[in-house]
């Protein structure tokens, strides 16, 4: 279900989102988490650990963290769509939940 232009456009999304908020604990910088589900009919879709690597590779550096340690939590799914394509909704919240508007 995902070709290449779609996980590069999902990836690029992703890593704007992240890179609002660069991991680097070390250095005091804020940090990101990334949560991705397929929801059923969209196993054939991309999985977290492919999306979380082409984020990484487009930002160029190691870029997300555990939730557990993360400033900023973005959240995603995919599910089926319309004519045969998926539909992914992303959400990003704070360290205390609050949803950004995006």
Do not use: Y
């Amino acid at each position: 279900m995902t070709s290449f232009p779609v996980l590069a456009r999902l990836a690029a999304l992703v890593a704007l989102v992240a890179a609002e908020r660069p991991a680097a604990a070390s250095s005091g910088e804020k940090t990101a988490s990334l949560s991705w589900v397929r929801l059923a009919g969209a196993e054939a879709c991309v999985g977290a650990r492919t999306l979380a690597q082409a984020v990484e590779a487009r930002l160029g550096r190691a870029a997300l963290v555990s939730a557990a340690r993360a400033d900023l939590t973005i959240e995603g799914r995919i599910a089926p769509g319309d004519a045969g394509g998926g539909l992914a909704v992303i959400a990003v919240a704070n360290a205390d939940g609050a949803l950004s508007a995006r």
